[in-house]
């Protein structure tokens, strides 16, 4: 059997980009939540708080799929976009390539 070679082994993902984005999307679902909040629970009847709710909304999906098409994009191929994820476990492959998406702290 033949050693791999440093050259020959592919870039990993980084676990901390799948974390950042699921953050984001958790992020994205308590904004839009946000002015439900405020109506029904502290009788704040105001429009502010639905643009807060929405700006904020708007903003942090749009931050996590612009992290998610920079880093987490499939190593070998660089079209396919990985599924992020918070802990190692599933594996799953690049819809383009068929290549597993590798993170960093998995063998």
Known sequence: ????????????LE???GRIVLGLMGLTFVCALLPV???YGLKA???VW??????GAILCMALGVMLRIQHLRCPS???GLAVPQWK???????PVCRKPF???DEP
Do not use: I, N, Q
Not at 1 to 12: A, Q, W
Not at 50 to 55: D, E, F, H, N, T
């Open 1 to 12: 059997m033949s050693k791999k070679r440093k050259s020959e082994t592919l870039p990993r």
């Open 15 to 17: 676990r901390k980009w």
């Open 37 to 39: 909040a405020m109506y």
């Open 45 to 47: 009847k105001s429009a």
């Open 50 to 55: 639905l643009l807060v709710g929405a700006a």
């Open 77 to 79: 191929c660089k079209r």
């Open 88 to 94: 190692p476990g599933r594996r799953y492959l690049c």
């Open 102 to 104: 590798l993170y960093d």
